[in-house]
Structures are given as C-alpha cells and as structure tokens.
C-alpha cells in the first residue's frame, strides 16, 4: 500500500516500545484462575532521521483475553492465539496512525 513512498519511508525512523501484562480475569470460588487478561501498551515516536523533529508520538493500548484449561499446552496455545490476535490488531492500528500522519505531513 505505500510502494509510491517507499524513497520517503527511509527518511523516518520509528521507535516501538511495547508492554505485557498478564492480569487474573476470573477467580473461581476454589481461588483458581479460569480466565486472564493479557494487556498491551505500545508507545511510539516517528520522526524525521535528518533532524530529529518528532512527527508523532502516541500510545495505543489494547486487551485480549483466554481461558484458562486443564491442558498446559491448551493454555499455552490460547495465550498465544491471543497475543498474535491483539498484536496484529496493534500493528493496524499504529500502521493506520503511521500512514495518516506520513499523508499530513507530506
């Protein structure tokens, strides 16, 4: 989708930084946990690599959630779906961020 820009994306440097927590959602009445929450915080900077002059600087957040199973792989295979689900959300969401500020700007 940006191949018309791709000689104007080398002139911009992208700092990610990301953030996971994993929080309990569902406490059973025997204090088991059946459900947790994972949540992100991305905070990025786009800026100009010849100057330094800061074009965008934002935080997305965003959760997803899994159930706790009686299988450890089951469990690990649900946080993981999860994770790739809300990290693909992410990139979208910051990319749309990215490509709206590039047009601004442009």
Do not use: C, W
């Amino acid at each position: 989708a940006l191949h018309s820009g791709e000689g104007r994306i080398k002139n911009y440097l992208l700092e990610v930084r990301l953030n996971e927590q994993e929080a309990p959602l569902v406490i059973e009445l025997d204090r088991s946990i059946s459900r947790y929450n994972l949540h992100y915080i991305a905070t990025y900077t786009l800026r100009h690599k010849a100057d330094g002059r800061v074009l965008l600087n934002e935080t997305t957040r965003l959760a997803g959630s899994y159930d706790a199973l009686e299988s450890d792989f089951a469990t690990y295979t649900a946080r993981e779906k999860t994770r790739q689900l809300v990290m693909k959300e992410l990139a979208r969401k910051i990319a749309l961020k990215l490509a709206t500020t590039l047009k601004n700007n442009s």
